[in-house]
């Protein structure tokens, strides 16, 4: 039995290996069609030829921890540590082989953003029997009280001042002074009080009310016709809970949350010794789909690790040794952040240059052979395959931007928007 799962997960990685080679040779834009079906499933196909391996993923929308309500803040972490942990009246050790054995590899559950995703890789030839096997999951699921208190064990994860990453630290804390009040800026695997509290009656209601026809979407990626696809829907989701109304969206919440008015603060590590970690960052809340195309474009154009002009200028200067940057998207809201490390001695002249920058972006940001350079590179990369189907579809909604149709005026109003050194929030840690 093990030599026979030995084998399958090699095809299973021969597999992966000729997708990937097949996405890099893919031509142009990457079709994605609805497909219709009876059960009333969002649910999407992009047809890859000569592919034996399948890539499924199922998203059920604002099920994510950054959804919980405060009395259940983590709840998400809860039902996704149990949901594949038993399958089918398996052990955890049981389960696993399972797994192994029908050839799902890379099986990933996440519930820690706005969504609560669970995503997979299948052999086409293996798929029906597959799916029967995981299709409890979304129905049934399997836990005792026993293994409630397990999972609930896990979490929340906390930092430890001294061995947790300085990074992890900075953004933290950067989140709690951009969303104060907010789950956006929260653990984003819940509180200790809240999980402590979670039942078996909650999991089951959370399910109930998360786990339905009307709030999942689905994408299958792979050599598959339509008519293949509405089998699996079949298989995996027809016990699912019938469409239920939908609950208010609670936008206004986000909007009335404020940014700390403290901006700056400091943590202290002893293990820093003379470096010191500085991560700046802005709290977005409202752009359209041309700003958020345009903030890829400032982004890149300036923090490129090679040809940025905020790093060639700190690189320039010799002041900081390590520059990173993320552009944070999400349901309600937007993040832009950076982060160094700077010796200390070299920390006063980094302040300068921070602020100097952000003046000189805010008010004549635009570049003209720069950013359009960075531009067309987007507009180009938005009409080539992927190098993998990993988040695909997170991949294709930010390939899908209008990235063609941004201004000069559209870029001018997004770095007004991006350097507002009114609304950026800056951590310090050092020892």
Known sequence: MFQRSKIIIALLFIGLISVLIFLKKEESCIKINAIANNINIKAYRIHMKSNSVLYMKCKFKNAGVMHNDSSEHGISAIVGGLLCRKINGLS??????????????????????????????????????????????????????????????????????????????????????????????????????????????????????????????????????????????????????????????????????????????????????????????????????KEIAAAYIIIETLFDNKVGDFVQGLREKNIAYSVGFNFLRRKFSNIFYFYVYVNKEDLVNFQEYLTQKMAQYEQEFFRGKDVHCVQNYMVAQSKNGFSNMMDLDEKIKRRSLPFSEVTQTVLMDTAKKLFNKLQLRTVYIFQ
């Open 92 to 289: 955890p050790e049981g389960t696993t082989e399972k797994l192994r054995s029908l050839g799902i590899g890379k099986l990933d559950v996440s519930a820690f953003g706005d969504d609560f995703t669970i995503s997979f890789y299948v052999l086409k030839d293996k798929a029906e029997e597959a799916l029967q096997f995981l299709a409890p999951v979304f129905s049934q699921i399997e836990f005792s009280k026993n293994d409630l208190e397990f999972i609930k064990e896990r979490y929340p994860t906390v930092l430890e001042l001294e061995t947790a990453h300085p990074l992890k630290l900075l953004l933290e804390k950067l989140m709690s002074m951009l969303y104060q009040n907010h789950n956006y800026g929260r653990n984003s695997t819940g509180t200790a009080q809240a999980i402590a509290s979670i039942t078996e009656d909650n999991i089951r209601e959370f399910l109930k009310l998360h786990f339905s026809k009307s709030k999942l979407e689905f994408l299958v990626v792979g050599d598959v016709s339509s008519f293949e696809v509405e089998g699996y829907l079949e298989t995996l989701f027809s016990k699912l809970s019938k469409k239920i109304e939908e609950t208010t969206e609670k936008k206004n919440e986000l909007s009335s949350t404020t940014v700390s008015s403290e901006k700056d603060a400091i943590i202290h590590k002893k293990s820093m010794d003379n470096i010191v970690g500085v991560v700046s960052g802005i709290r977005i809340d409202d752009l359209s789909e």
